[in-house]
């Protein structure tokens, strides 16, 4: 009678389709037959009722809630095992984020900083003309989007950095009275829509003027050009970005700074004839030819001073007594990509740049807490550049047939010869890559073993296609082929391998099959 009891059960759970959850109802229902049996011996009439209540259990809706668990179970699981994985996503490769902030980055792009599945925080670099859909796909724009909203994101890798290429927004916060921040200060940045103040209380702040913001200019309405290094600013901060801005342009009597933009200079007999550009206006002033001149911190020729130059003019008691020009780049942020000699290259926004170090190049590693050699620059590292023209002079004599009197006469006259170079002022590593490889296709090794010229497809580091890379083998790497150590003799031409490096030593050769 059990075991007929038992059959029953499970024949009806195959039949209900509820795979294991339908065996466990019939274990338990087997269990407790057994107890009935024994506790109450029922006859085959109470069977029957047994069967009957146990029809009643299983019908339809207790099927759905047995679904219904199992799929919450399943979920609860899947939720376990992606518990180490940094933000959900799809099928597509999408990413569901919440915003946590946004960051001024340049004149066209910002960093959205966002906090994924796991509460971790990580940044995103997105152009500020990305098209942006809100969840009724409305197109929206960067400045639309609020700190704790949340988003569907697309990835891509552009150069070195990871870009937002794709961004649709699934739950918008709704719109708040806005809290104002007001902060003072004297203004020591612009870039493009970019402000930065030095605050007495929080030090340098940073913000985006917001289209539109009303910038007020010693009791009129001004412009961003009106704003310049050095004016006393009030900012009314919401968010990320400057809504309102109070410019303060006013100037103690006996010593002053003011501020402008370089365009020409021009050398008389008596004086230099300086343009530059205040605003929309020209304004010319006469110096000096004793005139002390520097820019990016060194003495400079002032006619050689560059268009677009920023310059600050020292003035005491009316006169101008020290001019102060700072390029545009003065700093400027790359990758080290190849040290040769007395040269570096950098990737610098996509862009390879060739500069010069001389015996005054500074070179710090901010990681390693200390000043280092040109031969200890770690390479690929991240580093801030401050690069200068230097102006080289170069006399010569040459000689000049005059007439005079109705003769020709040889005289001598001196012809000045100017030169200008791209040297580095200053080198400060930022960040070091720990390890990286690239792969390619082996050109030369030559006799020794010691050196091979390799042909590499793309470079994504320098962003250069067909790339042929100078490599050094030291005794100390390993040659990996066919899976096992081999000596540097067996490396030809034709192999395509990949090269691992720890800093800048190389320490493995892998030979693909």
């Known amino acids: 009678m059990l075991k007929k009891f038992a059959g029953i059960a499970i024949m009806l759970g195959i039949a209900l389709n509820i795979n294991i959850y339908a065996t466990e109802v019939a274990e338990s229902v087997e269990v407790s037959a057994d107890v009935d049996l024994e506790d109450k011996d029922l006859e085959d009439e109470d069977l029957e009722e047994a069967d009957s209540d146990e029809d009643v259990d299983l019908e339809d809706e207790d099927l759905e809630d047995v679904d219904l668990d199992e799929d919450e179970d399943l979920e609860e699981a899947d939720s376990d095992e992606d518990a ?94 806005a809290k104002i921040m007001q902060y003072s200060g004297k203004v020591v940045a612009i870039k493009g829509e970019n402000i930065t103040i030095s605050n007495e209380e929080f030090g340098n702040l940073t913000y985006i003027l917001k289209d539109n913001s009303q910038i007020n200019l010693d009791g009129s309405f001004g412009n961003l050009d009106d704003v310049l290094i050095n004016d006393n ?94 390029s545009e780049n003065a700093e400027r942020m790359g990758r080290i990509t190849l040290v040769d000699g007395d040269y570096i290259t950098v990737l610098i926004d996509n862009e390879v740049e060739t500069f010069a170090i001389t015996e005054n190049t500074v070179i710090y590693d901010e990681v390693l807490d200390k000043y280092i050699l040109l031969d200890e620059l770690p390479l690929y590292s991240e580093v801030a550049i401050g690069v200068g023209t230097h102006v080289t002079e170069e006399v010569m004599i040459d000689e000049v047939v005059i007439e005079v009197l109705g003769e020709e006469v040889v005289v001598e006259e001196e012809v000045v010869i100017r030169t200008e170079s791209t040297n580095v002022n200053s080198l400060r590593v930022i960040r070091h890559v720990d390890e990286f490889r690239f792969s390619g296709i082996v050109q030369s090794v030559s006799s020794s073993g010691s050196e091979m010229q390799l042909l590499i497809e793309y470079d994504i580091l320098t962003n250069t296609n067909m790339l042929v890379r100078h490599i050094e083998i030291p005794v100390s790497a390993s040659i990996i082929i066919d899976g096992k150590n081999a000596l540097k003799n067996r490396l030809v031409a034709g192999m395509e391998v990949i090269v691992s490096y720890r800093g800048n030593e190389l320490y493995e050769i892998f030979v693909k099959n």
């Open 84 to 177: 180490g994985v940094a933000a959900l996503t799809n099928i597509d490769g999408e990413f569901k984020v919440e915003i946590a902030k946004i960051m001024p980055k340049n004149d066209t792009e910002v960093y959205v900083v966002t906090k994924l599945s796991d509460e971790r925080v990580t940044f995103y670099s997105i152009s500020q003309d990305l098209k942006i859909f809100d969840s009724q796909r409305n197109l929206i724009n960067i400045f639309d989007v609020n700190v704790n909203d949340t988003a569907i994101l697309t990835i891509d890798v552009i150069g070195t950095e990871e870009y937002i290429t794709s961004m649709t927004m699934i739950e918008m916060s709704e719109p708040v009275e």
């Open 233 to 326: 600013a009030t900012i009314y901060v919401e968010g990320s970005y400057i809504v309102e801005m109070d410019i303060d342009k006013v100037v103690p009597q006996n010593e002053y700074v003011t501020q402008a933009y370089f365009e020409s200079a021009i050398q008389t007999r008596d004086e230099f004839i300086v343009t530059v550009r205040v605003g929309n206006e020209l304004v010319t002033y006469s110096l000096d030819l004793d005139i002390e001149a520097y820019r990016d911190g060194r003495r400079y020729y002032l006619p050689d001073i560059q268009k677009g130059d920023l310059v600050v003019f020292d003035v005491y008691n009316g006169e101008i007594v020290v001019v102060e020009a700072f």
